[in-house]
């Protein structure tokens, strides 16, 4: 079920500094949502980013999408200790019954 | 927003019993929800599709007599690992679709850690 790619696949900073994780996908899409999984945990919703729009924020948190490129990024900016997770994107159809998943990135940021 | 239960959160279970997961919407409404199968540091992996009213629809190399989902209300979908065994170990994350005007949002339960010794 997964049409995602992500890379990195996994990406170590230290504190303070940003975080870029990018997204691609094959298919025409309703939607792509940005999720976190902190280790052994559900995943968290973080932002969702429609077909139509090109960028949206939500704190420190900064999404983009590419539909011509079929891509996405999420960037976390001033990043902290907290933000060690994985990080997945997922892409809506436009049935709304079908539901992809990337691969996944796995952040760790160092104190 | 929305809020997805699951319950329980970790169950220890022996060989050959059956246990299930219940999965609720808690704030809305969810004529579809999935179930998903997840390994030590892998993504997601859909089992099944859970549509109210009807029958699941499973992925392939699913087996639908060895995981049971029921839909019954537009709230509560259930997984049953019938005759659980050691290899069905793992975690179970269901997921419920909110359907907006023009929009699909998918929002996660916690999770079920199964372990079966």
């Known amino acids: 079920s997964q049409q995602g790619e992500e890379d990195p696949q996994a990406l170590s900073i230290q504190e303070g500094e940003n975080a870029t994780m990018n997204c691609s996908y094959k298919?025409?899409?309703?939607?792509l949502q940005w999720y976190r999984q902190n280790s052994g945990r559900g995943l968290v919703h973080l932002i969702l980013i429609r077909s139509n729009e090109r960028e949206k924020h939500s704190g420190r948190l900064r999404v983009t999408l590419d539909t011509s490129k079929k891509s996405s990024s999420l960037l976390i900016t001033a990043s902290r200790a907290a933000d060690t997770a994985s990080y997945f994107c997922?892409?809506?159809?436009?049935?709304?019954?079908?539901?992809?998943f990337g691969t996944g990135t796995s952040l760790t940021v160092i104190p | 927003g929305a809020v997805v239960s699951q319950h329980p959160s970790r169950v220890i279970c022996k060989s050959g019993t059956s246990v299930k997961i219940e999965c609720r919407s808690l704030d809305f409404q969810a004529t579809t929800m999935f179930w998903y199968r997840q390994f030590p540091k892998q993504s997601l992996m859909l089992m099944a599709t859970s549509n109210e009213g009807s029958k699941a629809t499973y992925e392939q190399g699913v087996e639908k007599d060895k995981f049971l989902i029921n839909h019954a209300s537009l709230t509560l979908s259930t997984l049953t690992v019938t005759s659980a065994h050691p290899e069905d170990s793992s975690f179970y994350i269901c997921s419920a679709v909110k359907r907006l005007a023009g929009s699909y949002e998918q929002y996660f339960g916690p999770g079920t850690r199964l372990t079966v010794t």
């Open positions: 298919t025409s899409i309703n939607n």
């Open positions: 997922a892409t809506a159809s436009n049935t709304g019954n079908q539901f992809y």
